[in-house]
Every structure is written in structure tokens, then in C-alpha cells.
């Protein structure tokens, strides 16, 4: 896993352009044995194994781009791709259900039903890549589906989801203000759309925390801000972009509805005209109970109890949710960072995993699988 996980961060391709990252996963799934799709939803991988044992068909999928963020690290497999690194740990999700499909055709004779491996492209942007890989019929047959993701901000060694909400709605928005430029010392003259722009910053903070219930969970971020051209020449044009996090269809409508109006209040107070742009993301990663249930179960069994454990919904975001809107299953978190809390972000220049977690998460996927398979079936012995 170490291996093909080095080979990948030096390698990484982003969302539907995996072309080579396709290729390599089929090639090593073909000379398995196992029954290999290419193509799907452009540069999505299906591979199907039949065990030995009747049983259930299980589908487990890993993600395979990466982000368009320059590798910052100084290590023997950083990206050799300028401007392009896995900062997300896609890499070690590929390469240890890699190591998942290798162990299930070393023990096809033992294993009970139908495993199916999902290597799915384009995580990372909208509309993902999931919608595609269900709509070339990913799941046809499947009766529960699994997804794990390393996650640096838990230390390696532990494991954890949640029943219910998991993982936010990543919505995104642009806004575009449009003033009338002029002199720096003439402002009376102008519409200053920078100004226009710096309040509306402050404004939209406003939506979460006087609009939305306290008691509900939802964020609105300003991460793009660009207006102006010289120091001394007031912006005619300021353009904002950022993401809304939400778990409820209430909240998301709520906040879509209080940002439309705001940007349209505060546009109109600094005479300006104001375009608003609203891009509904990924819905929310929603566990099935049971299933939440069953991970905790299986990975209290294998890590114990201490190390296996509900855990907080987040307001990252998943394309995973669209799987678990079409069967029941489960996603979670196996920790793969420093036990110091220093590791670097997710999506940072300096991002790394502990390598030790994909031997962790390839043991829960093949625990989960394994006892999922074996549902409704008779009683050994």
C-alpha cells in the first residue's frame, strides 16, 4: 500500500482528467483476475469479485483525483506534477482499497457474496463524480455500500462516524458587484464597488448568526475577494466568492433565501448593481442507522472500544451522500495524522498522512464487508 500510495502522490491527476490514475488501478485489477469496467464517468473504475460463499453484494468505493494546490513538501515522493498534489489523502484511499481487492482474491473461496470496488473520479468539484458512476450503474445488484476517508485532524489509531447527518452540503456562491470607477480623490463621483463589497462581507456573516437557529448548524465563508486595479482609482468591479454549509433542506433554503436579499440590500445602498449566483453542492452524508450501528461494532471489535467512537457531524463535504441516498450504508474516519495535532490541514501544500492508517482502513473495509455480506444468511456450523 505504502508503494502504490508514493507512486500515486507523485503521479496525481485531477478531477475527470485520471487518465493514467485509471489505468494504472485497472491494469493491477486486471491481473487479479477480478472482472474490470473502464471508463465509467469518463475515468471511473468498476471491479467485481463473486466469492466462493452465497451472500449479500457489497460495494466499497475509494476516490481517485487530486487538487490543483502545489506540493510544498520536501520528502522523495512529492508531487512531480506542478500545481497539482493529493492534499485530500485520495491517494491512500485508492491504494488500500487496492489492497482490499488483492486480499478478496487471495480468500475468494471464503468469501461470502459479491464484493464490488468503486474507484470513482472527481470528488473534488462539482457536481462530483459520483452522480455519473450511479447513473453507469455502479450499484445495480448492491445491497449496502462503504466509504472511508483518512483524516489528518484525527490521530492515527482510531476510527469513528456517526448514525444520521455526518457530513454538511458544500454549496458555493459568486457574487459580482458593479460600481462606477473614478478618482481616488474624487469618491463623490464614484460608486465604490470595493466598499460595497467589504460590507457585504461583514454582512453575509449576519445570515448564521441571526437568522439561522442556534440550535441548527450552518456556515457561510467568504474565500474569494478581488476588486481594484491602483491605489490611487476607485474599484469599479468587486467579485466574491465562498461556500454555505448546511445539514438541513430548512437551513440551506433559509440561508440561500437571507443572502439573495442581503446582496441585494446592500448592492442598492452603495448604488451598485449586484449579480448573485447560488451552486447547490453535494447533499448531505447521511448515515443509515443500522449500518452506523454495525461500523461501530466491527471497529470496537478490531481497535477497541476506546478507539472506536461516535463522532460530531463536520462541515466538510462528501460525494459519498449520493451512494447512501440510493442504499443503506455507512462512511467514516479512520485518523491518519500526528498524535500532537500538528499535522497540516486537508487541502494544504504540506499535507501528509500517517501511512500506517490505510492498513487500518483496509482492515475495517474488509470487517465491515465481510459481516454485511452475512446478513440473513444461516447460522455457520
Request: proline fraction near 6%; include cysteine; aromatic fraction near 8%.
Given at each position: ?209 441571526r437568522n439561522v437557529d442556534p440550535l441548527d448548524s450552518a456556515v457561510v465563508t467568504v474565500g474569494q475577494f478581488s476588486a481594484g ?153
Amino acid at each position: 500500500m505504502v508503494e502504490w500510495r508514493r507512486h500515486l502522490h507523485r503521479h496525481p491527476e485531477l478531477s475527470f482528467k485520471e487518465v493514467q490514475t485509471s489505468s494504472w488501478i485497472a491494469e493491477r485489477l486486471e491481473a487479479w483476475g477480478l472482472e474490470v469496467t473502464r471508463g465509467v464517468a469518463g475515468t471511473g473504475v468498476i471491479a467485481r469479485l463473486k466469492g466462493g460463499r452465497p451472500g449479500r453484494t457489497i460495494a466499497l468505493r475509494a476516490d481517485i483525483d487530486a487538487l490543483p494546490i502545489q506540493d510544498e513538501k520536501t520528502c522523495e515522493y512529492a508531487s512531480t506534477v506542478p500545481g497539482v498534489m493529493h492534499a485530500c489523502g485520495h491517494d491512500g484511499h485508492t491504494a488500500q482499497l487496492l489492497a482490499v481487492a488483492r486480499y478478496y482474491t487471495l480468500h475468494r473461496e471464503e468469501t461470502a457474496g459479491t464484493r464490488v470496488f468503486l474507484f470513482q473520479p472527481a470528488e473534488e468539484v462539482l457536481p462530483g463524480g459520483a452522480v455519473s458512476m450511479i447513473a453507469a450503474g455502479a450499484l445495480e445488484g448492491v445491497d449496502a455500500v462503504y466509504g472511508v476517508h483518512l483524516w489528518s485532524p484525527f490521530p492515527y489509531g482510531i476510527a469513528a462516524s456517526r448514525p444520521g447527518p455526518l457530513m454538511a452540503s458544500p454549496d458555493e456562491f459568486e457574487i459580482e458587484v458593479a460600481g462606477r470607477g473614478g478618482h481616488a480623490g474624487l469618491p463623490h463621483q464614484a460608486a465604490d464597488a470595493l466598499v460595497a463589497g467589504a460590507h457585504l462581507v461583514t454582512a453575509l456573516q449576519t445570515i448564521v448568526a441571526r437568522n439561522v437557529d442556534p440550535l441548527d448548524s450552518a456556515v457561510v465563508t467568504v474565500g474569494q475577494f478581488s476588486a481594484g486595479t491602483a491605489r490611487n482609482v476607485i474599484a469599479e468591479r468587486c467579485k466574491l466568492g465562498g461556500t454555505v454549509r448546511t445539514f438541513t433542506p430548512e437551513a440551506r433554503k433559509l440561508v440561500r433565501e437571507r443572502m439573495e436579499q442581503v446582496v441585494r440590500h446592500v448592492g442598492a445602498m452603495h448604488g451598485t448593481e449586484v449579480s448573485f449566483k447560488f451552486y447547490e453542492g453535494y447533499p448531505p452524508v447521511v448515515n443509515d442507522a443500522a449500518e452506523a450501528e454495525r461500523f461501530l461494532r466491527v471497529a470496537q471489535s478490531l481497535l477497541g472500544a476506546e478507539d472506536a467512537y461516535l463522532c460530531q457531524p463536520m462541515m466538510a463535504g462528501e460525494d459519498f451522500s449520493y451512494y447512501l441516498r440510493e442504499r443503506p450504508g455507512c462512511f467514516f474516519f479512520v485518523g491518519a495524522g500526528r498524535e500532537d495535532g500538528a499535522s497540516a490541514p486537508h487541502h494544504h501544500p504540506r499535507f501528509d498522512i500517517d501511512e500506517r492508517a490505510m492498513l487500518t482502513a483496509a482492515k475495517l473495509l474488509v470487517a465491515v464487508a465481510d459481516d454485511s455480506a452475512e446478513d440473513e444468511l444461516p447460522a455457520k456450523g
